[in-house]
């Protein structure tokens, strides 16, 4: 079983930037596409990026597009989440998953394996 790690998060001023981590186990981690999602209280889960297992292809929720930006080191087994230009609206905890498919990427259901979650807090 795999475990997803995220770690990064914290509380920063708007306009700031911030990595966020995620650590995966296994030795299976090349091999599949990775996806960040994150959720605010009463809401669902919220599509933000996704790579695919070589790092070649990524996709980016509609609204996010241009201050995120996903990458991966799979000799590490980590896959990244740089975000840039933060506004209080990115505030979220932010969640690593592991796609089971290629297609449908931003739907959470085809994901099969989730981290505990990080909180990133932004201030005005």
């Known amino acids: 079983q795999v475990q997803l790690v995220e770690s990064g998060g914290g509380l920063v001023q708007a306009g700031g930037s911030l990595r966020l981590s995620c650590a995966a186990s296994g030795r299976t981690f090349s091999t599949y596409r990775m996806g960040w999602f994150r959720q605010t209280p009463g809401k669902g889960r919220e599509f933000v990026a996704a790579?695919?297992?070589?790092?070649?292809?990524?996709n980016y929720g509609d609204s996010l597009k241009g201050r995120f930006t996903i990458s991966r080191d799979n000799a590490k087994n980590t896959v990244y989440l740089q975000i840039d230009s933060l506004k209080p609206e990115d505030t979220a905890v932010y969640y690593c998953a592991r796609s089971t498919r290629s297609i449908m990427i931003v739907d959470p259901a085809v994901y099969d394996a989730w981290g505990q979650g990080t909180q990133v807090t932004v201030s005005s």
């Open positions: 790579i695919s297992s070589s790092g070649g292809s990524t």
